[in-house]
């Protein structure tokens, strides 16, 4: 069993940048991947980036060259910097696990709008 617990979202202009933190409450050295979804009102939930367990990060191509994922073992956390903000990066993004099931954070809000 894995929780994850989203934080860094908020409201941001374009151009803007902001980070997102994904804390897990176990370690996640042993995680086969950690990744980030969103979805915006009215849409459905497309996924964004992910990171595997060897380091290895794929991103959706609406955020290549934007955005990074990262992780910090000894923190137990996964980040998402965000970078270059269109209004279309609104949603709420939401953070998952792919362990021995699939787990999901509650998400965090994040607005870009002049």
């Known amino acids: 069993q894995v929780q994850l617990v989203e934080s860094g979202g908020g409201l941001v202009q374009p151009g803007g940048s902001l980070r997102l933190s994904c804390a897990a409450s176990?370690?996640?050295?042993?995680?086969?991947?950690m990744g980030w979804y969103r979805q915006a009102p009215g849409k459905q939930r497309e996924w964004v980036a992910f990171?595997?367990?060897?380091?290895?990060?794929n991103y959706a191509n609406f955020v290549k060259g934007r955005f990074t994922i990262s992780r910090d073992n000894a923190k137990n956390t996964v980040y998402l910097q965000m970078n270059s903000l269109k209004p279309e990066d609104t949603a709420v993004y939401y953070c998952?696990?792919?362990?021995?099931?699939?787990?999901w954070g509650q998400g965090t809000q994040v607005t870009v709008s002049s």
């Open positions: 990171i595997t367990s060897g380091g290895i990060a």
């Open positions: 998952n696990a792919l362990a021995r099931d699939t787990y």
């Open positions: 176990r370690s996640i050295f042993s995680i086969n991947a």
